[in-house]
């Protein structure tokens, strides 16, 4: 599903619907390119999750330490849980983000002839050679506006 969603916005006109993006694809492609970018996600997967509740786990005892130094501070646990989560968030799209990317690149080349053979690793060579390390990192703003909140 999450390959057809990409197919499907990188040219809205291409499929009339999901199922049939699906089976254009698999038809055309073979099965296999319904998974194409299955391998860096699931790769990315656990180290950003990790990262994610690592960073949350650290920030509220370190917020739920300071804050007990006032009084009343009952009240500030959810303020604590919150700050602990956008940290999370912050610091695990920091790997998910070029995780999620790469995914997409190998999904969108799905749908073409020559480009759906490439791997994860000439994804990212070809990206740092042509836009740096920032290239790795497109759509961050938006995964950080769709996380945080």
Do not use: W
């Amino acid at each position: 599903m999450d390959t057809a969603k990409v197919l499907r916005q990188k040219n809205p006109g291409q499929f009339a619907s999901t199922f049939g993006c699906l089976l254009t694809t698999a038809r055309e492609r073979g099965i296999g390119a319904l998974y194409c970018g299955v391998g860096p996600a699931a790769f990315g997967a656990f180290p950003s999750s990790a990262l994610y509740f690592g960073t949350y786990e650290c920030m509220k005892r370190k917020l739920g330490a300071f804050s007990r130094r006032f009084e009343g501070s009952e009240g500030r646990r959810p303020f604590v849980h919150m700050v602990s989560a956008v940290c999370g968030n912050t610091a695990s799209s920091l790997l998910f983000v070029p995780k999620e990317f790469v995914k997409q690149q190998l999904q969108a080349a799905a749908a073409g002839s020559t480009e759906a053979r490439k791997t994860a690793l000439e994804v990212i060579r070809t990206t740092l050679q042509t836009k740096g390390v920032g290239g790795l990192y497109t759509g961050i703003g938006a995964t950080l506006l769709r996380n945080i909140p």
